[in-house]
């Protein structure tokens, strides 16, 4: 982690979170604009005034260098940044908070970890960015917290590094304790990236990425971090898992793939090989307008059908339009973007305005084309800016903290032939549910990824809340839960790309094939004999359901 | 299985196998242009004098309806298309032949077979073509074997339907048993088509295709099935594994990774929607020549790191194109093939071109372009089309059986950076394992598909073998030792498309991580309890190491 200190409630660093400039605006902007009543004003408890349990176990003598248990550092490894962690968080409440907060600087001390915590039946919660909004991240509470003799957090920022570049096969070897900004600015030396940028990137590092599927920025191709691992090293209670550079290979089921999506229930992810290239020279987008989001999703199938490979394709509904400020905007709005290395990419962005236009869409700024040749930069005050800024922007709600605002989002894909219906009930069941809890409330639809099959729809929706944090969280568990349990009865994911952690396993459960869970309670049995790994998270060991 | 009868040792058809033209112009060509000692010519064993043992069990009466026992049904069940298999068969050694062949015509009958099978510890080995080149078709022999009381062999043949097809996704419900002529036959009807070609496509299915991590002829981005699977079902003895139709999802470890390349031994796969679209309107290609291999590597690191997608970009040392019959080139030879269903091609090939050019390649017939608005066809006569014919009547040797010639592959994938230095200790082990079997010898090299980060390399070797099979089986062991044991010393892969089986068993335990084999023989003891899927193949039941 960085030197500044992070916030313990909010999306950021200490000192960046409540201005009260900020604050006042958007009281406004909820009570008008959205017409909510007016919202009370709540300050977060300060840490003086939280609860965080003493610790219940001592930081054994082989530890003690790399080890803490203040009281600070344990609340800032207690939660990721769910809704009711957050909730939790600002008004004191750090009941899991973690005995101990080890900070290995080797592998050698990840293991001494590991190995201390499997003998001594301690649960182990590995963090990198800590920016999880599954319910991942954190040790686990109540009866499962009583499983076990104490919890410690393992907190990869010390493993930081960018060890090693390969610039002929473009990879580089990433400790997974880097955070985003960390690992390109060690790559920038190189004239190399990684070219993945999760909404969380300035917070997040690469472990967690990895162990929580990631989705980036980009909108086809390569939309989860797993398609950019070469190999990679998770160190687990039974020994270290690594696998080989290769570009590719056939050799039984990837175990690559296994690491991928772990969630930190099987090991730690210490270090991969990632693919990483060069800048984009090249870059084409637009901002398309639609009247409606069927027409909008009928031309993004026709784009992504057509292979172009947008680097960005995301629609946004007008609902959303509004909520990042674009309230101008009375349309459904499709961002196109389109980036290389090696060649103009106007071609690309042309086809798919024409693809855009036949099926209904207006671009009334036209395309923007930059690049060598082109002779000018981005305009800064376009459509395609504007999203970008706010986007970058966005977070998991950290300013509707004060003013008491339930919110939260549901996710899943869904193949092209069910969407409209699966869409309908979607809105209808988070609509009824929010009338039922809030009384009120809206939700909005986006597109974050696209494929050939369909899209991964994102939605997010926001009420005014109850002042009572428990009794909050249990609107946003209502609220969420309807959202589910629609995504269920389609037989779709509960996640795309944000994980499965606690908040989302009672669905996953539903989700995947018996034996496939069976198959990974073993797994977990083989990496993980002791059963200490993320407790609670993703899959539980053999014998405990 | 088509209602043809397969040829039992040879790669085809019976009554396609020996042309006696076809075999003089052989043996004029080894001799003369290879340099090879005159050959002998051996006649492959007829059925009658085969040796089968008789069956080591009866069918039951539950299975009587779709099994059977005859003698020339068993011979074509026992083996793949391996090279030490094809000797055997043409020799007219099956003893390792199933007892009983089953050919399920439902899901239903193919979970009687687990069942049945499982209970009475009978060993059963999926099959779909037959085609498998690495030792995985067919029952177990020798000690592995032993551990059974009987072998069934479980074809799928009978399930060769596509089910179902949502053409607004571009999907398609596919069963297990499909050949690749009959898949594309059925999704005629929609314009559409699966856009996998391997080269034993003709004679292998979609089970097949998917158990082995199949490689199509897409030479970037689509290369293995793995790429087109939106969800499968696999039958296991534990019961039926089927993920959800999902164009994506980031919710655990992918489910559909463990069922891609599992070879057969946790279950048999009986359906599949498969991403699938209509058939290409634009094509660009181009024959570029290059002196000396490690040019046109750097070409093609260049042009699939710029991220061109070309479906096809394929290398062939000299070596390989004089073996393809076109002697007139004396070049290292690059074959670049782009193709869109929805937009022009010619600008990417162009722009492949330049670096081409840019890195000593020369492209004398100059690029070719096809679809609307070009107006004409492909010309019979160019480089392109003489190497994609060669391509389709390659196949594992047959034409070799009968001149005793000992033939084989290496094959791997290694990052850019090692290339060089590994081909050179290749190219010197194999050069000196030939030397030392069969006095001679040649060995020829490929990069059949590409990645950012590195080729997959493909090296054939060819040499007079010994008339007696037992011991030209013994060279291609050694030979292909020499080989694996090269791809290991650098810590590569055995397989980059054509799986593990028996042959490469050995190497892949060596390549996995260590934890990795205890998870899969954990999954394999929940999946298939009783240990009877596919002995001997890919992964051990939990215990027998």
């Known amino acids: 982690m960085s ?3 992070r916030s313990r409630w909010g999306w950021g660093f200490e000192g960046e979170m409540i201005d009260e400039t ?6 406004a902007f909820l009570e008008s604009t959205l017409g909510f009543p007016e919202r009370p004003v709540r300050d977060p408890v300060p840490l003086s005034d939280t609860t965080i349990p003493d610790p219940a176990i001592e930081i054994p003598d082989e530890l003690a ?9 344990r609340a800032r490894r207690t939660y990721g940044m769910a809704r009711p962690e957050t ?3 600002f008004h004191g409440d750090f009941t899991p908070a973690p005995d101990i907060v080890a900070r290995p600087t080797t592998e050698t001390e990840v293991e001494a970890v590991l190995a201390w915590a499997s003998d001594r039946r301690v649960a182990v919660s590995p963090v990198t960015g800590g920016t999880g909004v599954a319910g991942g991240t954190g040790p686990p509470a109540g009866d499962i917290r009583a499983g076990y003799t104490g919890t410690i957090a393992l907190d990869l920022g010390n493993l930081n590094d960018v060890l090693e570049v390969d610039e002929r096969s473009r990879t580089a070897l990433i400790e997974g304790g880097t955070l985003g900004p960390a690992i390109n600015r060690q790559l920038d030396e190189y004239g190399l990236h990684l070219r993945h940028y999760p909404q969380s990137y300035r917070l997040s590092g690469l472990g967690g990425w990895i162990a929580t599927r990631s989705g980036g920025h980009y909108a086809t191709r390569y939309t989860h971090i797993d398609e950019l691992v070469e190999s990679v090293r998770m160190i687990c209670p039974a020994g270290p898992f690594e696998t080989q550079r290769l570009p590719a290979h056939g050799a039984g089921p990837d175990a690559n793939r296994l690491v991928c999506g772990s969630e930190g229930s099987l090991g730690v992810i210490t270090r991969a090989w990632m693919q990483v290239e060069p800048r984009p020279q090249y870059r084409s987008d637009a901002a398309v307008y639609f009247d409606g989001i069927l027409e909008a999703a009928a031309a993004i199938r026709r784009i992504v059908q057509a292979k172009l490979y947008p680097a960005n394709c995301r629609l946004h509904d007008r609902v959303e339009t509004s909520l990042y400020g674009m309230d101008d905007v009375e349309a459904d709005l499709v961002i196109l973007g389109f980036e290389s290395t090696d060649q103009p990419t106007d071609a690309a962005l042309d086809r798919a305005l024409e693809i855009c236009e036949a099926e209904g869409g207006s671009c009334p700024d036209g395309p923007d084309h930059y690049g060598p040749g082109y002779g000018h930069d981005r305009p800064e005050d376009s459509d395609v800016v504007r999203w970008g800024e706010a986007f970058q ?8 903290l004060p003013l008491c605002v339930v919110g939260g989002t549901v996710e899943t894909a869904v193949t092209w032939d069910r969407f409209p219906e699966f869409h309908e009930a979607m809105l209808a069941a988070v609509t009824d549910a929010l009338d039922a809890e809030c009384k009120m409330g809206h939700v909005s639809t986006r597109f974050t990824h696209v494929y050939p099959d369909g899209p991964a729809v994102y939605y997010t929706f926001r009420a005014p809340g109850d002042p009572d944090p428990d009794r909050r969280i249990e609107q946003w568990r209502r609220i969420k839960r309807a959202g589910l349990d629609t995504v269920m009865e389609y037989d779709l994911t509960p996640t ?4 499965v952690g606690r908040d989302h396993k009672e669905w996953y459960a539903k989700q995947i094939p018996e034996p496939y869970g069976d198959a990974l309670r073993a797994v977990k049995g083989v990496l993980d004999p002791a059963g200490v790994m993320n407790p609670g998270v993703l899959v539980d060991p053999p014998g405990r359901d």
Chains 1, 2 share one sequence.
Do not use: W
């Not at 260098?65 to 550092?73: E, G, K, N, Q, T």
């Not at 795309?496 to 994980?499: G, I, L, N, S």
């Open 3 to 5: 030197s500044k200190p």
């Open 22 to 27: 900020e604050l006042r605006e958007r009281k």
């Open 65 to 73: 260098d790399f080890c803490s248990s203040d009281r600070a550092v």
């Open 87 to 89: 909730i939790r968080a």
């Open 393 to 400: 922007l966005g977070g998991s709600g950290s300013t509707d």
């Open 496 to 499: 795309h790309h944000h994980a």
